[in-house]
C-alpha cells in the first residue's frame, strides 16, 4: 500500500497492527477495522455470529470500545435462498446487540460462495490505545483463548467433527466469545502491547510484535492453551493450508523437543482466536487473575519477548 502521511494518523499499516487509529480532538480518536471470510460451519446464523465476533475482536485488540458497524456481505442469490442471507444477518446482529452497538448499515453483492464480515468503529482515547509493537523485553506473553480452531475448522469442513460432538460446540463456543472481559481485564492491569491471534496464527502475529517491538521472542509449547481435540486432528493430518504457508513466511527456530504436532499449533491460523498480551513480569499474575475474574476463556502464560532477534519455540 502506499505510504501515507496525515499527523491525524495515529496507527497505519506500518507494523500490521490490528486496526488504524486517526485522532478527531485531544480526547478522541476512531479506531477502524474490516474483516470478512467465507464460512466454516454449516449454520448460517453460527457462521454469523463467529464472523461478526471476529471483526469485532480488532477493536478490543486496540483497547478501543465499539461502538458502531457496517456489514459486509457477498451471496449467491442464484444457488441459495434469501433466508441463509437472513440468518447470517441475524447472527452478526446477535453478537452487536449483545455489546450494544448498531450494524447501521452495510453492502451487499452477488458473489459464488457466501462471505460475511464486519467494518468495526470503535473509540479511544489517543493517549490510551494499545498497539502490538510495544512490547519491552522480559515481557512475559499471555493468551486468552485456546488454539486450534484451525485445525478443528478442517475437520468440520472434511466431515470429521460433527454438529453433535461435544468438541464441535467447544470449537463453536470459543469462536463466538468476545475478547471484551479479556480487554476489559488488560485495561485494568495495565499491558504494554496488543494484538489478537487470527490468521498468521499465534507464530505469525507474535513475529509481528517482537519484530515491532525491535526484540525477539519465545513460545513455550508446553503452556499452550490448546482446543480438545485439536492435537489429536493435527497428529491424524487434519491441517488447513495456512499451516504450511504460515510456517514458510514467518521463520523461526524450533528446538529439537518440539514435536511435528506443536509445530503446526503454533502455525494454526485461528478463527476470532484470542487476545496475545504483552505484560511487565510484575504484573503477569494480577493479569492472569483478572482475566479469570472476567471469565477469559484462557489465562495462559505462553512465552516472553526478549532482547536477541528472532522467535525461538521451545
Known amino acids: 500500500m502506499p505510504a501515507v502521511v496525515d499527523e ?5 499499516n506500518e507494523t500490521g497492527d ?3 487509529v486517526v485522532q478527531l480532538s485531544d480526547d478522541i480518536a476512531i479506531v477502524q477495522s474490516l474483516d470478512f471470510f467465507m464460512p466454516i460451519v454449516d449454520d448460517p446464523e453460527t457462521f454469523g455470529r463467529i464472523a461478526a465476533t471476529n471483526s469485532i475482536s480488532d477493536i478490543y485488540a486496540m483497547g478501543a470500545t465499539p461502538v458502531s458497524a457496517l456489514a459486509i456481505l457477498g451471496f449467491p442469490v442464484k444457488k441459495l435462498p434469501a433466508e441463509v442471507a437472513r440468518l447470517i444477518m441475524l447472527g452478526g446482529a446477535k453478537v452487536c446487540a449483545e455489546i450494544g452497538i448498531p450494524i447501521s448499515g452495510g453492502h451487499s453483492i452477488d458473489d459464488p460462495e457466501p462471505k460475511f464480515g464486519l467494518s468495526v468503529t470503535g473509540v479511544v482515547h489517543p ?3 494499545w498497539r502490538n509493537s510495544t512490547g ?3 515481557d512475559k506473553l499471555v493468551l486468552t483463548k485456546p488454539l ?3 485445525a478443528l475448522g478442517s475437520a468440520v469442513k472434511g466431515g470429521r467433527l460433527g454438529a453433535d460432538h461435544p468438541d464441535y ?4 463456543n470459543t469462536m463466538c466469545t468476545l475478547n471484551r472481559s479479556a480487554a476489559a481485564a488488560g485495561r485494568a492491569v495495565g499491558v504494554h502491547a496488543v494484538t489478537d491471534v487470527t490468521g498468521f496464527g499465534l507464530l505469525g502475529h507474535l513475529t509481528e510484535m517482537a519484530v515491532g517491538s525491535g526484540l525477539g521472542a519465545r513460545i513455550w509449547t508446553q503452556s499452550l492453551p490448546v482446543l480438545p481435540s485439536a492435537r489429536s486432528m493435527l497428529a491424524a493430518g487434519v491441517q488447513p493450508g495456512a499451516i504450511g504457508r504460515n510456517l514458510s513466511f514467518f521463520a523461526c527456530n524450533f528446538e529439537d523437543n518440539v514435536s511435528d504436532v506443536d509445530r503446526a499449533l503454533v502455525a494454526d491460523p485461528q478463527t476470532s482466536g484470542g487476545l496475545l498480551m504483552a505484560v511487565s513480569p510484575k504484573k503477569v499474575d494480577a493479569l492472569c487473575a483478572a ?5 477469559a476463556l484462557a489465562a495462559s502464560v505462553v512465552g516472553e519477548l526478549v532482547s536477541s532477534p528472532g522467535l525461538v519455540v521451545c
Open 8 to 12: 491525524r494518523l495515529l496507527v497505519g
Open 18 to 20: 490490528d486496526a488504524s
Open 127 to 129: 493517549d490510551a490505545f
Open 136 to 138: 519491552q523485553v522480559g
Open 148 to 150: 486450534g480452531s484451525g
Open 169 to 172: 460446540q467447544t470449537l463453536v
Open 291 to 295: 482475566l479469570r475474574s472476567e471469565g
